[in-house]
């Protein structure tokens, strides 16, 4: 008998961690399991805003996907996913065209810009590895081009963060942090940087308790950052942004501005003709796409609705992560001739919001508030425990995030 | 008595020298000593090209002026020097204006563009920390760009350095051996990186010895740099040179450009109603400026002729700390109402290049030549002789070249 085909699109915390899964749980001769990425390596999204801000390093942020895959087991691919035919059961590469007996979709997130002027040309997007290094580099550009510049400009200076979400705020954080390292770098007085955060919504981090909102927005307060709540982005000019309060429009002259507001799901499974909402397709509670029995859709491109609320949960690793165990459960059954697929039933553990290396917020076990140094561990053993599925001790030994005090 | 007024405009090797030597030689009760400068540290010009490569910090490059003066006998002033009035004994600066007995001008070098369009407005100059540094940013944010645009930029990747002179060569040297590790970096495939370097002369480092010259360019072209010699920049552009040997016209694209093919003198010396080339004063034998017996001018901006092939020595730090040897020891003199004042005659220890920090050749100790690691060791020993003079062991501890091997 011929051994079904199963081609997993993307590396990143569904599609991995399908791939981890299904090693463990099939023989080598159940089924060919192949993983297809853009690079060769994973990269753990959560911790991008970090890579960017320049507090870590980009090589601990990403791990080399064949450190993680067992190379009998799994084959990895380099490629990249241009379409998908699910009438056909093709994926078309760049460099490829494979067919497959199952498929999983998890080809992640990327910027939505809500169709506002000038941001998807002139402002920076905290999107991968390539795009946070350049904002890093990008930073330091014009920090290096402040004091080589007879007249002083500025707006060099200044940097704005488009978004007090969950990716802004922890951006802020670690920006906060690095600022005044960079004014010793490059001989700056830290009275002339400014830290801008602009949000739309009527406060900042919707959906957390207002009393963490608020603790959030003190601690960060006093590391110098001014925010702009209830202020929305207008356009964004090659030195500029135009904001809007009410009935108030002001420039704000700024040469980086970092769009942190706003994600959805990968473009191509509209493309490929997936019914999808900005690139996220309602999935069966088992996490297979509507109409297609051989495609699971996991991570940023699927969308699950907390039936509590009768809203979508929101796209993060947690969620992924809890996708690609079902998703791989699931495949393991339809490998093996059965149908009792398991209903997908995500597990939200807790939420912890990073303000910097050395302070955080948020809600565990339920109900429970944490702050400060507390939160901050709570943070860093979150980030460990990932690595620890992903790759055990010594992934953890090699990447994670160990400085606890 | 009241006591003299000795003002010293400029803290480079110099001016510098000059203060270091006359807080050894007078009492605190001979003179008042003031030394101005634009920053509040000394840096160390030759070793420029290096921060500009990255391949040190710019930390190394400078010393806090007030860690190498005696502060009861020399008074550091930070301040920027429009305009001297040597008439009126005056000083204008940016915020003050000082008369003088005597003045010391040690104003160092500005880059000569020879009219050459565009250079101005798009190259990079070895000039200054400041000037360095964002070199340093400029490439690494080039670098950063690459990868993270969809359509791939070669012109991002290649570096042009105007010049196979001293410093041209010098920098070619330490960027062949930094572009290895920037394509590390930024995850950049080495053989995209073009690193081109212009040179409109017949041949490269004219007035070293052809073997030299040879050996230089062999060990340049195998770490994979172009040399195009007897070809003149034409023109610079925003993206692109424009070069030109005999009548053949090429445009190169390059977002980096570095111009390292002429210094002059600084032009307030001009402005200042000096009779000067370049900037360059003819001073007379005792270092004094022409009809202004209370003006010393020294280092870049000082004009001496070597009789033995009647042409002006080339402005060096050797150069420039003999004459501040020179330029105390006369000042010294005048304050003590002598008028004995001593001739300046160099004395050329020999001329070592670098070729990166593990190979350099040159000319030492009147005619021995020498290759690889031994003139590199020979390299190294000089540099740290210049930190002895100026602030002792420590000085050479905290900032010397001490990777010797």
Known sequence: MKKPEILILGAGYGGLMTAVNLQKKLGVDEAHITIINKHDYHY?????????????????????????????????????????????KQVILENNKLTYDYLVIG?????????????????????????????????????????????????????????????????????????PELCREFDIDRRKVRLICVEAAPTALPGFNPALVEYAMNQLERKGIEFKIGTAIKECTETSIIVAKDENVEEIKAATVIWAAGVRGNSI????????????????????????????????????????????????????????????????????GKDNLKEFVPDIKGTVCSLGHDDAM????????????????????????????????????????????
């Open 44 to 88: 753990q999204s959560t911790w991008l805003h970090e890579g960017a801000a320049g507090t870590i390093h980009q090589d601990q942020i990403r791990i080399p996907i064949k450190d993680v895959i067992t190379q009998h087991k799994v084959k990895f691919l380099k490629d990249t996913v241009i379409e998908i035919r699910p009438n056909e």
């Open 107 to 179: 080809l992640g997130f990327e910027p939505e810009t809500f169709g506002i002027k000038g941001l998807k040309e002139h402002a920076l997007f905290i999107r991968s590895i390539n795009s946070v290094r350049f904002i890093r580099e990008h930073i330091e550009y014009c920090f290096a081009a402040y004091n080589n510049e007879s007249e002083k400009r500025d707006e060099l200076l200044t940097i704005v963060v488009g978004g007090a979400g969950f990716t802004g705020i922890e951006l802020l954080g670690e920006l906060a942090n690095r600022i």
């Open 269 to 336: 499974v509209e493309k490929s003709g997936f019914e999808a909402m900005r690139g996220r397709v309602k999935v069966n509670s088992d996490l297979r796409a509507p109409g297609y029995d051989h495609v699971f859709i996991i991570g940023d491109c699927a969308l699950v609705i907390n039936e509590e609320i009768d809203r979508p949960y929101p796209p993060t690793a947690q969620i992924a992560i809890q996708m690609a165990e079902t998703c791989a459960d699931n495949l393991v059954a339809l490998v093996r």
């Open 362 to 405: 948020g809600v565990v076990f339920g109900e429970k508030q944490l702050y400060g140094a507390q939160a901050s561990i709570m943070k860093k053993v979150i980030d460990n425990r990932y690595l620890w599925k992903l790759g055990g001790l010594s992934l953890v030994l090699k990447k994670g995030k160990l400085n606890f005090f």
